[in-house]
C-alpha cells in the first residue's frame, strides 16, 4: 500500500476514535465536547471517503495526477470531489447521506469562524446517522472493516451510535408491516410511498396528515408519489399533477382540461 493510502487511513481512524471520545464527553454533560466531536468527525469523513477514492488508484488523490511532477505539494482532492468521484465510479451514496455530510461541514465551518448554535439532539441524530452510513457504505464496498480500526474504548459507542439509527430503521419498517398485515388487499388500497427525506419506503396513510401520509422514520408527510383519486373520474394520479378542489378534492390534470393532457380543447 502506497504511504499516502497508509497515512490517510490512520489519520482517519484517528480524527475517528478523537470523534468518539468527545461524543462520550458531550454526553456525559460537557456540551462543549459535542464541537469537537463534529470536528474531528467531519475530518474524519473527508479522509475515509478520499481513502476510498485512492483504493481506485493512488494518484487519484491529487487534483492533477496527471501533472509532470507530484510532491507533497501537489494539490489533492477535497471532501465533494471524492464524493462526486465515488458516485461517478457508481458507489452508492444515498442524497441523505450526502446531505449529512454537508450539514457536518457546514457546522463544522460556522464553529471554526465561531458563529454557531448547536441543537444538541439534532447533532446526536446526525452524528448516529452518519456513522451508520459510513459503516453500511464500508461494508458494501470497500471492507476495511471500521470497527476494527476504532479504539477498545470508544468500540460499544460507535456500534451504539451506527445501530441507533438502523433499531429506529427497523422500528419503522415494523410500523409499515404492522399497517399493511390489518388490510384487506382487495378493499383497501393502500400503498406505501418512498420518503425522499430519509430516503426509505416508509410513508404510509395517516388519519392525522396534511397529505394523508406520513413517514414512519421521520414523519415527513410530503413525497410526489402520493396518489389521490379525481372528484370527477374517479382515476389516480399523483397530486403534484392534480389541480386542488376544495377541501381534501383534486381534479386530474384530465379533468381539469389541461392542455398537455386535452389535446382537443
Ligand atoms: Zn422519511
Ligand atoms: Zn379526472
Redesign the pocket.
Known amino acids: 500500500m502506497a504511504e499516502v493510502e497508509l497515512d490517510l487511513l490512520e489519520n482517519a481512524f484517528d480524527s475517528l476514535n478523537e470523534a468518539l471520545a468527545k461524543y462520550q464527553e458531550g454526553k456525559d454533560g460537557d456540551e462543549k465536547a459535542y464541537k469537537f466531536c463534529v470536528q474531528h468527525l467531519s475530518h474524519f469523513l473527508e479522509l475515509i471517503l478520499k481513502y476510498y477514492v485512492t483504493q481506485c488508484h493512488p494518484l487519484l488523490i491529487y487534483k492533477n495526477p496527471f501533472a509532470k511532477i507530484i510532491n507533497e505539494e501537489s494539490q489533492t482532492i477535497g471532501l465533494f470531489e471524492a464524493i462526486n468521484f465515488l458516485k461517478n465510479g457508481g458507489h452508492d451514496i444515498s442524497d441523505k447521506f450526502e446531505k449529512d455530510i454537508k450539514w457536518l461541514k457546514k457546522l463544522r465551518n460556522n464553529i471554526e469562524h465561531h458563529k454557531f448554535s448547536m441543537d444538541v439532539d439534532e447533532v446526536e441524530e446526525t452524528i448516529g446517522r452518519l456513522m451508520s452510513a459510513v459503516n453500511e457504505f464500508d461494508e458494501s464496498h470497500e471492507n476495511i472493516d471500521l470497527s476494527s480500526n476504532i479504539s477498545t474504548e470508544q468500540y460499544d459507542l460507535f456500534h451504539e451510535l451506527a445501530n441507533t439509527y438502523e433499531g429506529r430503521l427497523k422500528k419503522a419498517e415494523e410500523n409499515v408491516n404492522e399497517a399493511l398485515r390489518g388490510l384487506d388487499p382487495k378493499e383497501d388500497n393502500m400503498s406505501v410511498y418512498h420518503?425522499y427525506?430519509?430516503d426509505?419506503d416508509?410513508?404510509i396513510p395517516d388519519e392525522d396528515s396534511s397529505t394523508g401520509y406520513r413517514?414512519t422514520?421521520?414523519d415527513?408527510e410530503e413525497s410526489d408519489d402520493i396518489e389521490a383519486e379525481c372528484a370527477i373520474c374517479g382515476d389516480s394520479c399523483p397530486i403534484w399533477q392534480m389541480s386542488c378542489w376544495e377541501d381534501d378534492e383534486f381534479i386530474c390534470p384530465y379533468c381539469s382540461h389541461d392542455p398537455e393532457y386535452r389535446k382537443d380543447d
Do not use: I
Open positions: 420518503c427525506e430519509c426509505h416508509t410513508m413517514c422514520f421521520c415527513n
